[in-house]
């Protein structure tokens, strides 16, 4: 926009403040600039410098860590401690890593010196622990580890979980596959670097340095390595200063992971566009751009490249770029304090003329503002002026005046019509011709919820469209309603008119200005369709049905006289008295009262109670009343009077169940009876009378049964005879035939045993004579193997003493190479002491140390093994004690048994003897027997079969019960009383034995048959 369409009020101190801050932001950005470029070239010179100086402190601490791993692998003390560990694995056996794992549990780490366990790894290791703690310490290694030529861990001092490990168990971890190629080269002394990778469960970031222990050039004695950790080189390089709040250095490898704590470092591989990769190709160097691994922006960045055991890595060093320019930042500060102090200076200057000029222009400009809002009560300033100002503050006031007045006849016009459209009544206003000249929004919506209708008495009836037509057009007989309104002094006026089939009321009141002249009406619209149809459904209800209303608290408010007439109470004897105590549900439970104030219909059949006579039974429902929000205000009770029906039914009811209990006895009665029948009993009758429709099925079923009885009588009675005289031949060919094959069968069973008996006997003596020799020459051998026993124990006794003088021997030899060792170590000291005189003296020394070694771990080991020998020989020397008495008992023992194995062959012969003649008889017996159980088995044979059908006829018949008055017969254990006999107190044989006669089974009666 235009300068000129900028108030003056701000255009006179904007000249000013935009002057004033021109000048000093142009001498402000002369001044920071050169005062960033100067910070900048200072903190990327610091940088490069500290980058460079980690660089060489790195690449001496890894040379010195070479160093130190080489001397330590061809320190003698190692070679020894290499040797002496391994040849104490060796002894422990294929369980030495579970039994190290044991001793030196991985919590306790490198405070365990010695577990107290008396093993030959137990004093080796509490002899070298020390040191090789010392170098671990001195380093800041996170472990020191020793490895026999097969690639297992026999030391380490924190004893963590590679301890004991074999790195042949762990194909894929980078650090054991690398010793294994050390341990597998010939003739190697180089030290090999495995770089940083994740090791263990843990996963902690660690790199081992690994040299070979020779001894001499071809013989590999294992391995020592260095286990290095972040803290390892941290520790060595020690923490830098002077790099203030948010300056870091850390180190990184060719792949670009961090090897020391790096909080804001990625760790990706460098890009070919990266600027790390002038640190690769062997330059330092600085840069301000933002590098792909750093994790925040805004970093200046110093490289320099490190050789590190063989490796390229990269010393990083990081600042802020904005603590980097904190100077030039305070000296931005400062200026922009001054200048904002002159900006301000300039702005009250300004300001202060411009409001000489524009304070009057703006006090009337309000006042306009406040007319132009319809704001008529603030007074006009600067009236009394009288420049060109004071004129227009004079006009602008009388114009107030005027609009003020005018602003309070509107209100009140604005209030009425408000109120007159946003009243829920449908309100219509005409003129004094009936003309209707406004309707109100509810008029409009009541319309067009019955446009059908009205449209039946006016097709083209338009609800929006009524403005400026005459009201007759409602009315059928229009001149009615013009009589009414000549005389307005008869108004208001209520009136329903059909409009189709709904039904309106309309209600007419007159108008009347100021002067008590009629000018209108206003018409007011109540669609009572659905009231006049609740009302006769409800008038209906009323007179047809049984109703009660109650209130919120369950008392009776208004009963009909349909409800009065049935309780037999009069209306005021019961209003206000709580409806639960004269009406209940029919089989219901709980609060009735409470069940309907939740809201839900109950419905059913209502128990009324009536005085003096049966309670009345009302079916329907009771209905909870509700008010708009949904709340329970009362209820209603309707229902249609059923208590006569109730009645009639209950008596049809009882007619029935007394026909079905008629029904129900007579077929029980038939049904026990035919049970009877069918389970063989004829005796049963129907003696209990029938309801006298049924008493001649009863009548036809006894003599029926009476029938049947006498026939089945006479048939038991047939069966009977027949039955007595086959039971005679069959019980004595039975008993004939079963003692005949008894006594058959024996004699076979025991020929049988005899023949086995003799047998067995004669190979009894046979084995006992052969027994008997046997056990003779077991004895001799016993006894001369007691003496040689005696002797063994002896032997053994000896051999033991002589083992026990060999360790202390052998203890002796030990403590002399340990303190041989002590002596050459001193003289090693000594010589070192000495210099280059002492040179000669001390390769002596230790030579001397290393035989001294050599000879202490020897004993060492003899002593172990005479240890164990000389418990074996102990163990031995009680065996042979306890074998000498078991053989002397032994002999004991044998003497007896051949004594009596002597006294059992001879009887076994004698015995062999009689039982040949026994059997020789017994065969003879036994074949006669078999031809006579072959004749009488031929004779039971044909007597059963007869006895067979004689008994089948009789159980057909014994199913039946026809009673003793009917057809008495003689019980079963008459008819089958045995025949005459052989008088005989003698009992029957079976083989060879007196076998007691069978009893005779006792026959049921026949009434039982």
């Excluded at 290499?82 to 002894?91: E, G």
């Excluded at 194909?171 to 263990?200: I, K, Q, R």
């Excluded at 202060?352 to 304070?359: E, N």
């Excluded at 003129?431 to 008495?457: L, P």
Aim: aromatic share 6%; proline share 3%; hydrophobic share 40%.
């Amino acid at each position: 926009m235009g300068i000129s369409r900028v108030r003056i009020a701000l255009r006179l101190p904007a000249a000013f403040f935009l002057i004033v801050a021109m000048s000093l932001g142009f001498m402000g950005y002369l001044t920071y600039s050169s005062a960033k470029h100067t910070l900048i070239e200072n903190g990327e010179s610091e940088l490069l410098q500290i980058a460079e100086a980690r660089s060489e402190a790195l690449e001496n601490w890894s040379a010195e860590a070479t160093t130190d791993l080489e001397i330590q692998a061809h320190n003698p003390l190692v070679k020894n401690a290499l040797r002496s560990f391994n040849a104490a694995w060796q002894t422990l056996g294929p369980e030495a890593a579970d039994r190290l794992r044991d001793l030196f549990p991985a919590e306790q780490g490198a405070a365990l010196v010695d577990p107290a366990d008396g093993s030959v790894y137990s004093r080796i290791h509490s002899r070298f622990h020390s040191h090789f703690e010392g170098v671990a310490r001195r380093g800041a290694y996170a472990d020191v580890i020793l490895f026999n030529p097969a690639g297992e861990v026999v030391y380490s001092v924190q004893k963590a979980e590679d301890y004991a490990a074999s790195a042949k168990d762990h194909p894929g971890v980078p650090f054991f596959e690398t010793l294994l190629e050390v341990l597998d080269a010939e003739g190697g002394n180089e030290t090999t670097f495995v770089d940083f990778s994740g090791y263990g469960s843990t996963g902690q970031s660690s790199a081992f340095l690994i040299a070979p222990v020779m001894q001499g050039e071809d013989v590999t004695l294992g391995a020592i390595a260095y286990r290095i950790t972040a803290a390892t080189i941290m520790s060595n390089l020690g923490r830098l200063g002077g790099l203030g709040e948010t300056g870091t250095d850390f180190v990184i490898g060719a792949d670009g992971i961090a090897r020391t704590p790096a909080a804001n470092w990625g760790g990706s591989a460098p890009d070919a566009a990266s600027p790390l990769q002038t640190a690769l190709a062997g330059s330092s160097g600085v840069t301000l751009a933002p590098l792909a691994q750093s994790l925040i922006e805004g970093q200046a960045t110093g490289f320099a490249p490190a050789d590190v055991f063989g490796q390229r890595w990269i010393c990083v060093v990081q600042m802020a770029e904005a603590e980097m320019l904190e100077a030039v930042s305070g000296v931005l500060g400062s200026t922009l304090t001054y200048g904002t102090i002159i900006l301000l200076l300039a702005a009250v200057i300004g300001t202060f003329i411009a409001l000489s000029v524009t304070r009057p222009l703006r006090d009337l400009s309000g006042s306009i503002a406040a007319v132009s809002q319809e704001d008529y009560a603030t007074p006009v300033p600067h009236v009394a002026r009288g420049d060109e100002l004071g004129a227009i503050s004079r006009s602008l006031d009388a114009l107030r005046g005027k609009l003020l007045e005018t602003q309070a006849m509107q209100r009140d016009m604005a209030f009425q019509s408000a109120a007159l459209a946003s009243t829920s009544a449908a309100l219509m206003i005409t003129d004094d011709d009936f003309n209707i000249t406004y309707m109100n929004d509810a008029v409009r919506e009541m319309m067009r919820g019955q446009v059908n209708e009205f449209r039946k008495i006016q097709a083209s009836f338009d609800p929006d469209a009524l403005i400026g037509v005459n009201m007759d057009i409602f009315h059928g007989k229009p001149d009615q309603i013009r009589a009414l309104i000549n005389k307005p002094e008869r108004l208001p006026f209520r009136t329903d008119i059909r409009v189709g089939d709904a039904r309106v009321q309309i209600e007419l009141n007159a108008v009347w200005d100021s002067e008590k002249t009629f000018c209108g009406l206003v018409v007011e619209w109540i669609d009572v369709t659905e009231l006049r149809r609740r009302t006769a459904v409800l008038n209906a209800i009323d007179s047809g049905q049984i109703f009660a209303e109650c209130d919120a608290r369950g008392m009776f408010l208004r009963l009909n006289d349909n409800y009065l007439d049935l309780a037999g109470v009069q209306a005021e004897a019961v209003l206000g008295q709580r409806f639960t105590d004269h009406i209940h549900l029919e089989g219901g439970e709980g609060d009735l009262h409470a069940q309907v104030m939740r809201g839900e219909t109950v419905q059913g059949r209502f128990v009324i109670s009536r005085k003096g006579q049966d309670d009345a039974l009302v079916e329907g429902g009771i209905y909870p009343i509700t008010d708009r929000r949904g709340d329970t205000t009362g209820m209603t009770l309707i229902g249609s009077d059923v208590t006569a029906a109730q009645q009639l039914l209950r008596e049809a009811e009882a007619r029935q169940k007394a026909m079905q209990e008629a029904q129900q006895s007579v077929v029980e009665a038939l049904r026990v009876g035919m049970r009877d029948i069918s389970s063989g009993d004829l005796t049963s009758r129907l003696n209990t009378p029938f309801a006298p429709e049924y008493e001649q099925l009863r009548t036809d079923f006894n003599d029926a049964l009476e029938n049947l009885t006498r026939a089945m009588a006479n048939i038991a009675q047939q069966t009977n005879a027949m039955h007595n005289e086959t039971a005679e031949i069959v019980k004595a060919a039975d008993e004939m035939s079963v003692r005949t094959e008894r006594q058959a069968m024996t004699l076979q069973d025991t020929a049988s045993s005899l023949d086995e008996l003799t047998t067995n006997i004669g190979q009894t003596a046979d084995g006992a004579a052969r027994a008997n020799q046997v056990v003779t020459e077991a004895r001799a051998r016993a006894e001369e193997s007691g003496s040689i026993v005696d002797e063994a124990e002896t032997a053994m006794a000896e051999i033991s003493a002589s083992s026990k003088e060999i360790v202390k021997v052998i203890s002796v030899i030990d403590d002399i190479s340990f303190q041989t060792n002590l002596l050459a170590l001193n003289a090693g000291v000594e010589a070192a002491r000495a210099g280059e005189a002492g040179r000669g003296f001390a390769v002596v020394a230790t030579e001397v140390r290393a035989l001294a070694q050599r000879c202490a771990n020897a004993a060492a080991e003899i002593n172990q093994l005479i240890t164990v020998s000389g418990q074996h020989v102990s163990r031995g020397v009680e065996l042979v004690g306890v074998t000498g008495e078991t053989l002397k008992k032994i002999v004991s023992s044998i003497s007896e048994i051949s004594d009596y194995i002597a006294e059992i062959a001879q009887a076994g012969k004698e015995q062999s003897i009689g039982l040949n003649q026994v059997n020789s008889a017994v065969n003879q017996i036994d074949h006669v027997t078999q031809q006579n159980a072959a004749m009488f088995e031929e004779t039971t044979s044909a007597s059963h079969e007869l006895a067979r059908r004689a008994t089948s006829l009789a159980e057909t018949i014994g199913h039946f019960r026809v009673g003793e008055e009917t057809a008495p017969l003689p019980s079963r254990s008459k008819a089958s009383s045995p025949p005459a006999r052989r008088p005989s107190a003698v009992p029957s044989v079976q083989g060879n034995l007196a076998v007691a006669p069978r009893a005779t089974p006792e026959a049921s009666d026949w009434e039982d048959f």
